[in-house]
Nanobody, 122 residues
Framework: QVQLVESGGGVVKAGGPLRPSCAASGRTFSTYAMGWFRQAPGKEREFVLVWSGGITYYADSVKDRFTLSRDDNKNTVYLQMNSLKPEGAAVYYC?????????????????WGQGTQVTVSS
């Protein structure tokens, strides 16, 4: 089993940047894909991006503003978010899959972190 812990959320002004991170521990060698999702109050969990096999696929709503980076030595992935919009306010979750593939549905991920809150002020 892989354990995921997000951190780095916070309050940011609209248009500003934020870089939450997700640290993995445990059976990290069994992780073949990582994803980020977000969930705003009263809304369904929304796909943000997925990484697998060296490829990152972004949701249209974040493309060109969000970037995934990895530090394999630390088993940590980072979500660089630029030009944040008010509608980007949500709890951000990282997730892992034990099989490869660029999947975008939350039910296709096996393991989840507890989430980190991102608040965007106008």
């Amino acid at each position: 089993q892989v354990q995921l812990v997000e951190s780095g959320g916070g309050v940011v002004k609209a248009g500003g940047p934020l870089r939450p991170s997700c640290a993995a521990s445990g059976r990290t060698f069994s992780t073949y894909a990582m994803g980020w999702f977000r969930q705003a109050p009263g809304k369904e969990r929304e796909f943000v991006l997925v990484w697998s096999g060296g490829i990152t696929y972004y949701a249209d709503s974040v493309k060109d503003r969000f970037t995934l980076s990895r530090d394999d030595n630390k088993n940590t992935v980072y979500l660089q978010m630029n030009s944040l919009k008010p509608e980007g306010a949500a709890v951000y979750y990282c997730a892992a899959r034990s099989s490869p593939g660029l999947r975008y549905k939350s039910q296709e991920f096996d393991c989840w972190g507890q989430g980190t809150q991102v608040t965007v002020s106008s």
